[in-house]
């Protein structure tokens, strides 16, 4: 069993850039592919940025694309995302999860954080 905690949200200012971090507990987070995923309000759960076991292939989606970056500590068991010109679009409460086979099966993920909040001044 895994434990996922985000932190690291909050408000910036359109342009600005926040960093969120994933501390993981229970087991040790080199054992799992993980991701960033982000729901805003009204919206399905999306995702945002995904990482293979030993941090050497990435993946992100189109619309963070050169903005954010995802990476990962496995000594310190966390996972993190850079996020660089925040704009409105990118409000949403953000979720990090461990455990399924490729980055992008958002159905697949075994572990679930209990997200942490972006908002975004215009």
């Known amino acids: 069993q895994v434990q996922l905690v985000e932190s690291g949200g909050g408000l910036v200012q359109a342009g600005g850039s926040l960093r969120l971090s994933c501390a993981a507990s229970?087991?040790?987070?080199?054992?799992?592919?993980m991701g960033w995923f982000r729901q805003a309000p009204g919206k399905e759960r999306e995702f945002v940025a995904g990482?293979?076991?030993?941090?050497?292939?990435?993946s992100y989606a189109d619309s963070v694309k050169g903005r954010f970056t995802i990476s990962r500590d496995n000594a310190k068991n966390t996972l993190y995302l850079q996020m660089n010109s925040l704009q409105s679009e990118d409000a949403a409460v953000y979720y990090c999860?461990?455990?399924?086979?490729?980055?992008?099966?958002?159905?697949?993920?075994?572990?679930w954080g209990q997200g942490t909040q972006v908002t975004v001044s215009s």
């Open positions: 999860a461990a455990g399924a086979p490729t980055p992008q099966m958002i159905g697949q993920y075994k572990y």
């Open positions: 229970g087991r040790s987070l080199s054992d799992y592919v």
């Open positions: 990482i293979s076991r030993a941090g050497q292939s990435t």
